[in-house]
C-alpha cells in the first residue's frame, strides 16, 4: 500500500474518495488561491484505490519551517499517519494538526477517550483546536413532521411567525444575492465583534466551491430587504452551515429561525441525509459565554448533540515543537492579557 501526488486526471477518483467539504479538490484550490500551500495525497493497495489526503502547509513567520493542517478527513491508519510523517518532512513542517472528522455522541465518553488514545500512543499530542470540539447534527431522513416535533415549542412559534409575517426564504446563487450577504456579514462581524475572514476570502471560496456545485446560498427578505442570508455546503448525502449572517432590522420578524426550517427542507430535497450546524457548545454550557445565543438558536431544532475527537498535533521535529508550544502559550497570554488593557 502506498499514498501518492494524484495525477490531474485522477482528480474525480480523488473525489470519489473524500467524506467532507474541507477534503473536497476544489477546497484545496480554493485555499491554493488564497496563497496557502496544499498538497493532496491518494493511497493505493495495489490497483485499488483506498483513501485520500489533503494538507494545508502554514509558514511560520521569520523561519524555514511551516505547519501542516488536515482538517475533517478520515480516522488515520497508520499508513495515513506514516504518509503524514513523510509528506510534513518534506514541507519542513514542526508538526500536522489533525481534526479527524470522527465523532459520537458525548454520553458515549469512553468510545471517545479510546481513540483519543489511538493518536496519542501514534506519536499526537493534544493540540489548540481549530474546529469546534462539537456539533449539531440534525437527521434529515426523518419526514417534515417528525424533524417538527423535535424541535423545541418556541423554535416552531418563530418559525410560524416568520411565515405569518411574510418573510420570504430562497435559494439565490447570484452574483448580486452574494454581495448582499458579503454587506450582511460585515454588519454581523462588527455588531458582535468576533472574527471572521474577510471579504476576498469568501469572495475566492464561493467562487470554486460554488463553480463545484457545493456551495448554495440562502437568503431571507422583508420588505423587499435581505435580513439574513446564509452560505450552505452540500456533499456527499451532507448538509453544512459553515457561514451565515443577519441584519440588525427587522428582528422580531424572526428571519434566521425560518431560514434554518428552509435549509432542513432544502436538505431533504438534495437528498441529504444529515445536516451538520457546524460548531456548538458543550452539553453544560456556560449562558455567559459569547457563543451561548448561538448554541441555543440552534439547540431549538433537535438536534444531536456530537462530541469530535478533538484536535491533535503529529509531531514531525520534537525539539522544534516543544519551542512552538511554549512560545505559543505565552503569545495567547499576551493576547489575552492584551484583550483587557484599556489604552
Known amino acids: 500500500m502506498i499514498y501518492r501526488i494524484p495525477r490531474n486526471d485522477e482528480q474525480n477518483l480523488y473525489e470519489r474518495l473524500t467524506h467532507h467539504p474541507l477534503q473536497s479538490w476544489a477546497w484545496g484550490d480554493f485555499r491554493e488561491d488564497t496563497g496557502v500551500e496544499t498538497r493532496r495525497l491518494i493511497g493505493f493497495d495495489g490497483s485499488e484505490p483506498v483513501g485520500q489526503i489533503e494538507v494545508t502547509f502554514h509558514a511560520v513567520p521569520h523561519t524555514p519551517y511551516t505547519i501542516g ?32 472528522d470522527v465523532s459520537t455522541p ?3 465518553k469512553a468510545d471517545i477517550e479510546g481513540l483519543r488514545s489511538i493518536l496519542v500512543d501514534a506519536g499526537c499530542f493534544l493540540g489548540r483546536p481549530l474546529f469546534t470540539k462539537y456539533s449539531f447534527l440534525l437527521d434529515l431522513t426523518q419526514s417534515e413532521d417528525e424533524l417538527l416535533a423535535k424541535m423545541k415549542s418556541k423554535t416552531r412559534y418563530n418559525i410560524r411567525l416568520a411565515e405569518k409575517r411574510g418573510v420570504e426564504v430562497v435559494e439565490d446563487n447570484s452574483d448580486e444575492a452574494f454581495e448582499a450577504y458579503l454587506s450582511l456579514l460585515s454588519e454581523t462581524t462588527h455588531r458582535q465583534k468576533f472574527y471572521a475572514h474577510g471579504e476576498k476570502y469568501h469572495r475566492k471560496m464561493w467562487k470554486h466551491m460554488r463553480a463545484a456545485g457545493i456551495a448554495r446560498l440562502l437568503k431571507a427578505t422583508y420588505q423587499g430587504k435581505v435580513l439574513t442570508a446564509w ?15 443577519s441584519s440588525r432590522e427587522f428582528r422580531e420578524v424572526m428571519a434566521s429561525n425560518l431560514v434554518m426550517w428552509k435549509a432542513m427542507q432544502l436538505g431533504k430535497s438534495l437528498g441529504a441525509t444529515t445536516f ?22 440552534k439547540l431549538g431544532y433537535g438536534g444531536d448533540l456530537a462530541e469530535f475527537v478533538g484536535s491533535y498535533d503529529l509531531v514531525i521535529q520534537p525539539q522544534l515543537y516543544s519551542l512552538y508550544r ?8 499576551w493576547l489575552k492579557l492584551r484583550s483587557h488593557l484599556s489604552f
Open 69 to 100: 493542517y488536515y482538517p475533517k478527513g478520515v480516522w488515520p491508519d497508520d499508513l495515513q499517519l506514516a504518509a503524514l510523517k513523510d509528506l510534513g518532512q518534506r514541507e519542513k513542517a514542526l508538526f500536522i494538526k489533525l481534526e479527524p
Open 106 to 108: 458525548p454520553k458515549n
Open 326 to 333: 511554549t512560545a505559543d502559550i505565552w503569545r495567547w497570554r
Open 231 to 245: 452560505v450552505l455546503f452540500y456533499y456527499k448525502n451532507r448538509l453544512y452551515y459553515p457561514y451565515g449572517a
Open 276 to 297: 451538520d450546524l457546524w460548531g456548538a457548545l458543550g452539553p453544560d454550557p456556560d449562558p455567559k459565554d459569547p457563543w451561548y445565543g448561538f448554541h441555543n438558536f
